[in-house]
């Protein structure tokens, strides 16, 4: 089951074309022939292994590679249905017009002030235009007035509203709304006003998810009846998969500590749920087959009132299984449980493998597995430490740390939540429960987030680590798998692999690592921040942030992503004034990271002072026409020519500084690397720039061994691009170089389509960062590579 089961969710997640599959199935039916032979003949490798004394070894090798194959092709077809909907989602939004749409409420809606949230389903056939949308889900966003009254699961209801596509991740480490739908099977985004709703008779396809959703409605009725906030908001995570309303500040904790992600995310309270309630089923009845299969009848209710995600999936499939194998008189396999589960998961989720939560609790439950398989004796010391082993690239990519809480403390947590499930379900079930002895889950939910509390607080619990990338993700686990196998004993030419794997392996990750804090090439990002700036600059050890962008920004895009990259200290800090889309985020870096030194316009470092306090980096403002060099880096000044006063209110937050002030400067490095930074620099500041220094940047440059290298020059765009920045001459200086735009949604009709029109028609290559994401910029031997986060394209 093994092989199928990879396959299916290779070929789900990465969909093949006709061509690819059917050349697969061609091979595969070839090499099957090659193994059983044809009809009325025999197979010479086949005979080969016979003689040898490898009896079946062929045989069984070359039917797992067919079904592997098989298994690919049926999850790519798969794929391509999935594919379609997304295909239908996009040209619905692409539409770009209010519509009246009908939605049938799915889930259980959640009432804020002004509006309500929900998952639905489209009831429409078709929507104005003539594009089908009937059975697309989507999360909707419901805007009512006073008179709107509630909905329930399976209402319809009437919006006039605009259809779109969830927000996707525009930089590396940035949280990918879209995918997280994507897992559940919604692919629309819709936002509009209330007109109506109406009660209508079930269709059948959706009877079993709205009764599931007026379920889950009880039972957070009956939460908030008998708990307090935090303790409730604790619960009905546990029993409804909802952390909405958890604070923030609990939520960290409860991360730190590991309680949020080894159970609510893994599915691991479902496999003790399944474990306890099996062995109570066992002592109250005496009827074996009764307690097993009501046991597993109870598990499917839980967990279908949780929510079937990747981690309930794989949790209730292996229970399952593991329950009923004595039934039928066989032995439960782990690895037959997550196969299953891993072919429900390939059939039923979009693109799987791109779910963390699917990533989570397989490699969380391989590498229990494994520890349990090598520990000898150790029992769970070993299944936690390969369980650590497994796990950490996965949460360092999608959670940028590591909380060793989870394994220090995840049976604790388990059994807490097992405790908690049970309680609950007593008192839903008995009413007189919860009066009586109302005070006991409350405690015991209390005594979980005073615990979490203080975990989050250790030393050490919780380590923030870079995000590794796929090649080093991939020679970890072929590192890991070497040194499980034992070497003695092994066959000369298979201990001879092992060895070339570890030692191949390992210098991959030595390389990688050393690349991450030296950086050979010089290479320039521009941050997708939304309508403002932010620019990093790494050469050799030198690391160089221009702008923050918004405090949000800085907060939710930039510091993640610096953490990412495993980066913790800035060299230079570049602010080229400060508006808010520019310098919003100044006191939250600052908070974030040790910044050695800030350069900012000339008249303006008290303002830096203010914001800094105790937190005292070196202020430098900026003397025009005078160069600054940082470990091979040279920054050159282009403007202000001369010091300007400015008036900068720092204490409402507000910055006040005028466009006409901002830095205009160039960067560059050996090998060709040339870059200009124009900040929101209007018109005149550009015509008087260019008038005074030409094209700015020389034709070529003396590269290694004498041979002469042309530059390709990289320019931030003025302005985000407005009609305001257009100067004649500009871009025709810039012919077969790279643009960049770093602009987000904005009332300004940012960028102008005069600077778009310019700019190709003089052969310069636009690239924004609202249709590319985070766009870097590496110079390789004179040859600017451009590397967009979102493959939309080459820019134009």
Request: net charge positive.
């Amino acid at each position: 089951m093994l092989w199928p089961a990879v396959g299916a969710l290779l070929g789900s997640s990465f969909p093949s074309k006709a061509c690819v599959m059917g050349a697969a199935l061609l091979f595969g039916i070839l090499a099957l022939l090659l193994v059983f032979g044809s009809p009325g003949t025999g197979s010479r490798l086949h005979s080969l292994h016979l003689k040898r004394g490898f009896e079946g070894t062929g045989r069984r090798y070359y039917s797992a590679f067919f079904l592997f194959l098989i298994f690919f092709c049926a999850g790519s077809f798969r794929g391509f249905f999935w594919e379609s909907k997304m295909t239908k989602a996009a040209q619905l939004a692409a539409a770009g017009k209010t519509h009246l749409v009908a939605l049938r409420v799915l889930t259980e809606p959640r009432t804020f002030p002004g509006r309500t949230l929900f998952t639905g389903v489209i009831v429409d056939d078709v929507v104005p235009g003539g594009l089908k949308a009937q059975g697309l889900r989507a999360a909707v966003t419901a805007y009512y007035t006073e008179d709107a009254g509630p909905l329930l699961p399976g209402d319809v209801v009437i919006l006039k509203a605009s259809l779109g596509l969830p927000r996707r991740a525009m930089n590396f480490g940035e949280f990918d709304y879209r995918s997280y739908l994507r897992s559940q099977e919604i692919f629309l985004e819709i936002k509009g006003t209330f007109v109506e709703s109406r009660r209508c008779p079930l269709e059948t396809k959706d009877f079993f998810t709205v009764l599931l959703g007026r379920t889950r409605r009880v039972i957070k009725s009956r939460i908030e009846e008998t708990l307090p906030s935090q303790e409730g908001a604790l619960l009905k995570s546990l029993f409804l998969g909802e952390r909405d309303e958890i604070p923030d500040v609990v939520e960290t904790s409860l991360k730190a500590s590991g309680f949020y992600r080894f159970i609510l995310v893994t599915g691991f309270h479902v496999d003790v749920f399944s474990s306890v309630l099996m062995k109570a089923a066992r002592k109250l009845t005496r009827r074996y087959l009764f307690s097993r299969i009501a046991t597993v009848a109870m598990t499917f209710l839980y967990a279908s009132v949780l929510g079937w995600n990747a981690g309930v999936t794989r949790a209730f499939i292996s229970a399952s299984m593991r329950i009923l194998a004595p039934c039928v008189r066989r032995k439960y396999d782990p690895l037959a449980g997550l196969s299953v589960a891993a072919l429900v998961l390939a059939w039923e989720m979009p693109y799987p493998l791109y779910d963390a939560g699917l990533q989570l609790t397989f490699l969380g439950s391989l590498g229990s597995w494994l520890g349990k398989c090598l520990g000898k004796g150790t029992g769970g010391f070993s299944s936690a430490i390969w369980m650590l082993l497994f796990l950490w690239p996965v949460l360092a990519v999608r959670f940028g740390n590591v909380s060793l809480g989870a394994f220090l403390a995840g049976g604790a947590w388990a059994c807490l939540s097992a405790v908690l499930i049970f309680l609950g379900i007593a008192s839903f079930v008995l009413p007189g429960f919860s009066v009586i002895f109302g005070w006991l889950p409350f405690l015991l939910l209390r005594g979980a987030l005073f615990a979490s509390s203080f975990l989050s607080r250790v030393p050490l619990v919780s380590l923030g680590l870079p995000a590794p990338f796929a090649v080093e993700i991939a020679a970890y686990y072929v590192l890991l798998l070497a040194l499980s196998f034992p070497g003695p004993g092994l066959p000369r030419y298979r201990s001879i692999a092992r060895v070339a794997f570890i030692l191949m392996a390992s210098l991959t990750l030595f390389v990688s690592t050393f690349l991450r804090f030296y950086s050979p090439w010089p290479e320039v990002t521009f941050f997708s921040v939304g309508q403002g700036d932010c620019a990093l600059i790494r050469y050799r050890r030198a690391v160089v942030l221009v702008d923050t962008g918004t405090a949000y920004a800085t907060e939710n895009t930039v510091l993640p992503a610096l953490s990412r990259r495993g980066i913790r200290r800035i060299d230079l800090l570049v602010i080229s004034h400060f508006h808010q889309d520019h310098a919003g985020g100044v006191d939250a870096l600052l908070s974030g990271l040790f910044v050695e030194a800030v350069l900012v316009p000339p008249g303006t470092g008290k303002n830096v002072q203010q914001i800094a306090g105790s937190r005292l980096p070196r202020i430098l403002e900026a003397v025009p026409t005078t160069g600054y060099t940082l470990d091979g880096l040279e920054i050159s000044m282009l403007y202000p020519s001369a010091p300007k006063n400015q008036t900068v209110t720092l204490a409402a937050g507000k910055y006040e500084g005028e466009n006409e002030a901002s830095l205009v400067f160039s960067v560059e490095a050996p090998g060709g690397f040339y870059v200009e930074f124009w900040g929101d620099a209007p018109s005149e500041v550009i015509s008087s720039v260019l008038s005074t220094n030409g094209l700015l940047y020389r034709k070529g440059v003396l590269g290694e061994k004498g041979r002469k290298m042309d530059i390709v020059p990289v320019v931030k765009v003025p302005h985000h691009g407005s009609a305001g920045s257009l100067v004649e001459g500009f871009y025709e200086r810039l012919r077969g170089g790279h643009g960049v735009i770093s602009v987000g949604p904005n009332p300004y009709g940012h960028p102008s389509e005069s600077v778009m029109y310019a700019a190709k028609e003089n052969g310069v290559s636009i690239w924004r960062t609202d249709l590319h994401g985070q766009i870097t910029v590496r110079m390789v031997y004179g040859k600017a590579r451009m590397l967009p986060f979102l493959r939309t394209g080459a820019g134009g």
